[in-house]
């Protein structure tokens, strides 16, 4: 199948005209209010960026995020990874099918089009496809990678898309041997801006594992495309970028190139880590925060009923965080300093069930995948669905 790859349209003018429009405003979506912060915790609401509103939108007009279904009838979305034309490949756990989801629509929505289904994958609890990545290059290489479970191992593998490619050709391992179980799979890749590729990984059930530098169990690895390690990881002779990790699910950068991670917990507390290279983020030796000097605190904590957050996006100086068992989306302004402004905000709390995957669009909006037939939720007619989140103005000004 030929994938089509023009240049995406965005640069600094709209990044310029984006920021023009972050002012000093409440947040609301139709259904839930993001609420008050705590008295101890004041700050400023998130202000979520979109490239639909005029900046100059009338001072006081009111601005809203509104949640769109694009796409609907999949089955257990995991990872999201959008091409040069505005579309994006979205794997199915469980299916083992990679899906290109626009950028054309019809009265159903995005358009749905099945790529290739990589038999190799061996769905199992909360294995089977999972993190998929565009390369840097795709304009010239039409290089896709993931990551997905096998009868032995995890692992992370390339193939092509596009003329020429063969679509029966198995994707090409790049690392193997990440350990494995029904559950703590990790799975989540993504491209660093300093153009290499990050994976991360759970401890298979195992939390010595991720203590242990010599496993790739409960880490965040870092490699080049052909999976060696990167120039400047903590070992140069290891893919190991950070340690100590449960199960990472989702990892993003800001402006500034910091990187953060959301963490599944055991039984109490689940985490938002920002993420430094040899650093050891505690597990199995700590939950949440603690006060043992040679582990690195997370930046949030919440508890499991209220979070268990598995997708990371950050967009402009925004850090969304979708949940599963708390289903509902966090939006956390981030400072200068890489740290948190005020208390999290939430929104479409049980709206939409469990929620997976948050990635930022070429567009300036947010896509977030639900998970209501992962076998954990409660799935509508129309389960799963992909949601496209932009912000709104009442004002009359360049609504989407």
Same mark, same amino acid.
């Given at each position: 199948m030929?994938?089509?790859s ?10 310029r ?10 947040? *609301?979506?139709?259904a839930?209010?993001?609420g008050?912060?705590?008295?101890d915790e ?35 979305p ?24 626009g950028?054309?629509?019809?009265t ?12 190799q ?12 990545a565009?390369?840097?290059k795709? =304009?010239? =290489? ?6 997905? *479970? ?13 003329a020429?490619? =063969?679509p ?8 193997t ?6 559950n ?16 991360t ?6 939390? &010595? ?12 690895l ?25 199960n990472?699910?989702?990892i ?6 910091r &990187?953060y &991670?959301?963490e599944?917990g ?24 603690g006060?043992d000097?040679?582990f *690195? ?7 499991t009923s ?5 997708? @990371? ?8 965080a ?38 930022a ?16 939720g *409660?799935?509508? @007619? ?12 009442s004002?009359?000004?360049g609504?989407?």
């Amino acid at each position: 199948m030929t994938v089509p790859s023009p240049p995406l349209r965005r640069g600094p003018r709209r990044l310029r005209r984006v920021a023009a429009v972050l002012a000093a405003v409440a947040v *609301t979506t139709s259904a839930c209010n993001f609420g008050e912060p705590s008295a101890d915790e004041q700050g400023s609401p998130p202000r979520l960026p979109t490239p639909s509103v005029s900046p100059s939108a009338p001072s006081g007009a009111s601005q809203s995020v509104v949640a769109t279904v694009i796409a609907k009838g999949l089955s257990v979305p995991w990872g999201v990874a959008f091409l040069p034309d505005g579309g994006a490949l979205v794997t199915e756990r469980d299916s083992k099918r990679i899906l290109q989801v626009g950028p054309s629509s019809d009265t159903e929505g995005l358009k749905i089009t099945p790529v290739r289904t990589v038999d190799q994958a061996v769905p199992q609890g909360e294995g089977g496809l999972m993190g998929i990545a565009v390369s840097p290059k795709y =304009d010239t =290489d039409h290089t896709v990678f993931i990551y997905y *479970t096998t009868a032995t191992d995890n692992r992370i593998a390339k193939f092509t898309l596009g003329a020429g490619a =063969d679509p029966n050709q198995a994707p090409r391992p790049i690392v193997t041997g990440i350990p494995r179980n029904s559950n703590h799979n990790g799975g989540q890749l993504a491209f660093g801006p300093d153009g290499y590729l990050y994976a991360t990984t759970g401890d298979a059930g195992q939390g &010595a594992l991720a203590q242990d530098k010599a496993s790739l169990a409960g880490k965040i690895l870092r490699m080049t495309t052909d999976g060696k390690p990167a120039p400047g990881n903590p070992d140069p002779k290891s893919l190991v970028w950070s340690w100590g990790h449960r199960n990472v699910q989702g990892i993003a950068w800001d402006a500034n190139k910091r &990187a953060y &991670a959301t963490e599944f917990g055991q039984n109490t507390w689940d985490e938002i880590n920002r993420i430094e290279p040899g650093k050891n983020y505690g597990w199995p030796r700590v939950e949440g925060k603690g006060s043992d000097q040679q582990f *690195t605190n997370p930046l949030v904590v919440w508890p499991t009923s209220e979070s268990s957050c598995s997708g @990371a996006a950050v967009l402009e100086r925004i850090l969304a965080a979708a949940c599963l068992r708390g289903e509902r989306l966090y939006l956390m302004e981030l400072t200068a300093r890489g740290t948190v402004l005020g208390q999290p905000r939430e929104l479409l709390v049980g709206e939409y069930g469990r929620l997976r995957a948050v990635v930022a669009a070429p567009d300036g909006s947010l896509w977030v995948t639900t998970s209501n037939r992962d076998g954990r939720g *409660t799935p509508a @007619a129309d389960d799963d669905r992909i949601l496209r989140l932009v912000l709104e103005s009442s004002g009359g000004a360049g609504k989407s």
